[in-house]
């Protein structure tokens, strides 16, 4: 049985003195988890985070990387730069980078194919906002997200982690239910297996405000793999907490 995988986006929080502190509560409280555990932690921090994670078992990610190799892209982060300092994981697509940063379906796709292409593992996020949901066209936007991701990357598709996030559950509090969360978990994991016999492999992840309460519940689903958790992984015991659900 494949391991499932928890890994915290601590999106644009954290400082040298914070960030020490969090990472040593972690490890002291971690001992042998029964899941895989990452951090996706801001640009500015990868190279402290990379010298207090190596060797520990937990995984280093970035929170987002350029679609272009390298050159004229002022302010941009290469997959050969997150790469020297040891990032197993990139997010792609966080609907933050959607929304305020104008990432197309077919941006975000290209930053996957970049990544993959550079051994990194795309975190690839796709999800609704409250008003696609409402409309009921929750399943159409997210088979339309990943479907740009599938058609750029062919068999490549089975090295991805995907994580499902409805927008309207990421830091508002409100969580999919268990429910809501496997319904679209089980569209996303069909529309993987049409499109590769690896499918099998592939970690879906949910995010969206999980937390040491919700966690054991979405954790149980049958095609949740994982979580990708934002303010829940700034606290340790917290982070803990649904590390040790997913054990
Ligand atoms: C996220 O940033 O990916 C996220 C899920 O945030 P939160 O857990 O705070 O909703």
Known sequence: MKKKLIAGNWKMNGGLAANEALIRNLLAGLG???????????????????????????????????????????????????????????????????????????????KAQRALASGITPIVCVGETLAEREAGRTEEVVKRQLAAVIHANGHCISEIVLAYEPVWAIGTGKTASAEQAQQ?????????????????????????????????????????????????????PDFLSIIASAG
């Open 32 to 110: 042998t988890p029964g899941c895989q555990v990452a951090l996706c932690v801001p640009t500015a921090y990868l190279a402290q985070c990379h010298d207090l994670l190596n060797g520990t078992g937990i995984d280093l990610g970035a929170q987002d990387v350029s679609q272009h190799e390298a050159g004229a892209f002022t302010g941009e982060i290469s997959c050969a730069m997150l790469k020297e300092f040891g990032a197993r994981y990139c997010l792609v697509g966080h609907s933050e980078r959607r929304q305020y940063h104008a990432e197309t379906d077919t941006v975000v796709a290209l």
């Open 184 to 236: 679209v978990h089980a569209v996303l994991r069909a529309q993987l297996k049409a499109a590769s016999s690896q499918s099998d492999r592939i970690l879906l992840l949910y995010g969206g405000s999980m937390n040491p309460v919700n966690a054991a519940q979405l954790l149980a689903q049958a095609d949740i793999d994982g979580g990708l958790i934002g303010g829940a992984s700034l606290k340790a």
